[in-house]
C-alpha cells in the first residue's frame, strides 16, 4: 500500500521560505515520477514541479525560478523547496506519485498525499 505524507507547511510572510517533505513508503520515489499539485480555495487543483526518474524538472510558470523540486533517494522522501513565497502561493499542497516514470498530470497519478496547508501573508 502506497503513503505519502507531507509535512512542513505552515504559516509565512510574503518574501519567506518553506521546505515541504514526502516521506513515501510502499513505493520507491526514483521509480516513479513524482510531483507537487496546489489547490487554493474556489480553484482547480493544479501540478506546480514534477521530477521524472531520471532527474528531470519541470515548473508551473507561475512558480519557476521560485520554488525546486529534489528527491533523496536514501530517504525516499519528495521535498519542494518554496521561495520567495507570496500570497497567491497559499494553498493546500499535495505530493503525488505517477504510475509512469516519465510523466505526471492528473490522469497518470496513481496516488496522493493528504496535504498540507501553505499560508503566506501579506
Known amino acids: 500500500q502506497v503513503q505519502l505524507v507531507e509535512s512542513g507547511g505552515g504559516l509565512v510572510q510574503a518574501g519567506g521560505s518553506l521546505r515541504l517533505s514526502c516521506a513515501a513508503s510502499?513505493?520507491?520515489?526514483?521509480?516513479?515520477?513524482m510531483g507537487w499539485y496546489r489547490q487554493a480555495p474556489g480553484k482547480q487543483r493544479e501540478l506546480v514541479a514534477s521530477i521524472t526518474s531520471g532527474g528531470t524538472t519541470n515548473y508551473a510558470d507561475s512558480v519557476k525560478g521560485r520554488f525546486t523540486i529534489s528527491t533523496d533517494n536514501a530517504k525516499n522522501t519528495v521535498y519542494l523547496q518554496l521561495q520567495n513565497l507570496k500570497t497567491e502561493d497559499t494553498a493546500v499542497y499535495y505530493c503525488?506519485?505517477?504510475?509512469?516514470?516519465?510523466?505526471?498530470?492528473?490522469?497518470?497519478?496513481?496516488?496522493w498525499g493528504q496535504g498540507t496547508q501553505v499560508t503566506v501573508s501579506s
Open positions: 503525488a506519485a505517477s504510475r509512469t516514470t516519465y510523466y505526471i498530470d492528473t490522469r497518470t497519478t496513481s496516488d
Open positions: 510502499g513505493i520507491i520515489v526514483s521509480n516513479n515520477a
